[in-house]
């Protein structure tokens, strides 16, 4: 089994999505990639501008070869998007994909502009898209509706996803943030030995209280339980959850790591720093407006 990330929030931008190869099988998981609009009352510095980039072209890149693809939920930094904003990656920069098998969160447990979403790339592609939780077909197996964080909270639900290969079993669980126990131990009940999840959000810990302490204890089951975990994304949108993430991985055995260490780069926490890059390297006025329109370019931030 070969697993690639190509895309997260310790590469510069908003994603989680990788690419796993096995046998005769390219199965490419949640292909998409975004930016928050506003992080300390500031736009994207261009640095994640061109990091997002970055990742929407390896992204494209991956669907040549590609047999199957996963969508968890319709978050636009998980899937192509009827284009929303020039950070994501618009379904017309899609190549053909006749013969390419989907796999999809159904529209049960989801917001109304989630359903909108996949409306829209349903119609993109021209056929409906699938339900396919709880589905397990030739190696892939999908869970049933787990939440999007804490549940309860109405956050919707993701659908985590299972593919293996010989001894090897790796479990991309989505969204699910360690909030949820009984998400974990259904991860748990299917004996992986990779896991990639997001970790809690911890720069959003005045709305989700329980994003330390109760996703700490979670995380270290899975840590304790798995040979290797990979967390990422919402826990990186701030330095503290790298520092999470450090002392988890001081706690256990088992390698536990985020998305760039797990493919042997150095950790780029943009969005985090934010406010830092603004201040180091100052944003001419006008820029956003100039880059959406195509009459300024990156080449300057993409060194």
């Given at each position: ?16 999505a ?15 990639v ?6 300390y ?14 990742i929407?072209?390896?992204i494209?890149?991956?669907f040549?070869g590609?047999t ?16 929303e904003d020039?950070?994501?990656?618009p379904?017309e920069?899609?190549p ?10 159904g529209?049960g ?8 979403r996949?409306?829209e ?6 056929y409906s898209?699938?339900?396919?939780e709880?589905?397990?077909s030739?190696?892939i ?7 999007h964080?804490?549940r309860d909270?109405?956050?919707?639900t ?6 293996s290969?010989?001894?090897?079993v ?5 969204d699910i943030?360690?909030?949820d126990?009984e998400?974990v131990l259904?991860?748990?009940a299917?004996?992986p030995t ?6 809690p959000?911890l ?7 329980e994003?330390s302490?109760d ?5 270290l089951l ?8 990979i967390l990422?994304?919402?826990l ?9 993430l450090?002392?988890?991985?001081g ?5 536990v790591?985020?998305a ?8 780029e926490?943009?969005?985090a720093?934010r ?15 100039a ?13």
């Amino acid at each position: 089994m070969e697993i690639d990330i190509l895309g997260c929030e310790s590469f510069g931008a908003r994603s989680l999505a990788c690419a796993v190869k096995t046998g005769e099988k390219k199965i490419l998981i949640d292909p998409g990639v975004a930016l928050a609009r506003l992080r300390y009352g500031l736009l994207p510095h261009p640095l994640e501008v061109a990091a997002a980039l970055r990742i929407r072209k390896k992204i494209l890149a991956e669907f040549k070869g590609t047999t199957d693809i996963v969508i968890s939920h319709y978050h636009g930094d998980h899937m192509p998007m009827k284009a929303e904003d020039p950070y994501q990656l618009p379904v017309e920069a899609l190549p053909p994909l006749k013969g390419v098998r989907f796999w999809c969160k159904g529209p049960g447990r989801i917001s109304g502009l989630s359903a909108r979403r996949r409306e829209e790339f349903s119609r993109f592609l021209g056929y409906s898209l699938p339900a396919s939780e709880g589905i397990s077909s030739n190696g892939i197996s999908f869970s049933a509706p787990v939440p999007h964080g804490t549940r309860d909270k109405g956050f919707g639900t993701v659908m985590m996803s299972r593919i293996s290969e010989g001894d090897e079993v790796f479990v991309h669980s989505s969204d699910i943030q360690l909030l949820d126990r009984e998400a974990v131990l259904e991860i748990l009940a299917w004996k992986p030995t990779v896991v990639f999840a997001s970790g809690p959000p911890l720069y959003l810990s005045h709305h989700v209280p329980e994003a330390s302490k109760d996703a700490f204890e979670n995380a270290l089951l899975l840590a304790e339980n798995v040979d290797t975990l990979i967390l990422d994304h919402h826990l990186l949108r701030s330095l503290e959850g790298y520092r999470w993430l450090k002392e988890l991985a001081g706690k256990v055995e088992n390698t536990v790591l985020c998305a760039a260490e797990y493919m042997k780069k150095k950790p780029e926490l943009l969005e985090a720093q934010r406010k830092i890059l603004y201040e180091k390297l100052p944003v001419p006025p006008g820029w956003h407006e100039a880059y959406a329109k195509g009459e300024i370019g990156l080449d300057e931030y993409l060194l």
